[in-house]
């Protein structure tokens, strides 16, 4: 097995690609139902933290997120978080524009940046926690964004999933390299494939709600699974 990219090459390649996560309209297109999820972690997010004030998204890419976030919860201060300066000034132009209260930027790994305790009311983290390698890290990060929260805030993740009984995955993928060849060509499939092989290293739902209990989330719940890819979150 070949390995996997660093975090300075994942960079380059996102540095690379503002205009593929910049469209609100079609979400991310190599995702199965990126469009909806979108929708339903924004509305979640509104439903389950009313008064909030303030969100971080964790690998905010173009802004999508918030900017789906800010039609359900207007004026939030915003904090972005990415490896890729571009993306980053991408998002904060587009989340201005939207009518986003404070805007603060950070660049960086979630693995290593300071995001505070008891900061936010709302976390997002869209197809960027696939990119975690052992169990330590998914360990570190998930109670790192648990203490990040305030307390009644709550946290929402879209990703790619990997399945529990490793036998489905097979199933699963041939699903997924449909969807990418009706949506666009086999020459479109082999691509995304490629990345996911060579950068990705994808959980399986029950793994990532069960690590969510365990890092101190009071309620969990799952709002989409569809093929490899899962929206869920939960409230602190």
């Not at 790192?144 to 999933?161: H, N, V």
């Not at 996911?196 to 365990?214: F, N």
Request: hydrophobic residues 40%; negative net charge.
């Amino acid at each position: 097995m070949m390995p996997k990219s660093t975090v300075e090459q994942i960079k380059e390649r996102f540095d690379n690609s503002v205009e593929r996560f910049s469209n609100s309209d079609s979400g991310n297109t190599a995702q199965m139902d990126s469009v909806m999820s979108m929708t339903l972690i924004a509305e979640a997010a509104a439903l389950a933290t009313p008064q909030a004030k303030s969100v971080l998204d964790v690998g905010c890419g173009g802004g999508n997120y918030v900017l789906k976030l800010l039609e359900y919860s207007p004026a939030l201060d915003v904090t972005l978080l990415d490896l890729s300066q571009p993306m980053l000034e991408r998002a904060r132009d587009r989340v201005q524009q939207a009518g986003a209260g404070t805007i603060t930027l950070l660049q960086g790994d979630i693995r290593e940046a300071d995001i505070g305790q008891e900061k936010y009311d709302i976390l997002v983290a869209s197809a960027v926690l696939h990119h975690l390698r052992e169990d330590a890290e998914w360990e570190a990060v998930f109670a790192k964004l648990y203490q990040a929260l305030k307390s009644g805030g709550s946290l929402w993740i879209y990703d790619l999933i990997e399945q529990s009984i490793p036998e489905l995955n097979a199933t699963m993928h041939r699903l997924h390299g449909d969807y990418l060849v009706q949506h666009q060509d086999a020459a479109f499939r082999d691509t995304v494939f490629g990345w996911i092989e060579m950068e990705d290293s994808p959980r399986p739902l029950m793994y990532q709600l069960d690590l969510m209990r365990s890092v101190g989330f009071r309620t969990v719940d799952v709002l989409h699974k569809h093929s490899r890819f899962a929206a869920f979150g939960g409230v602190k």
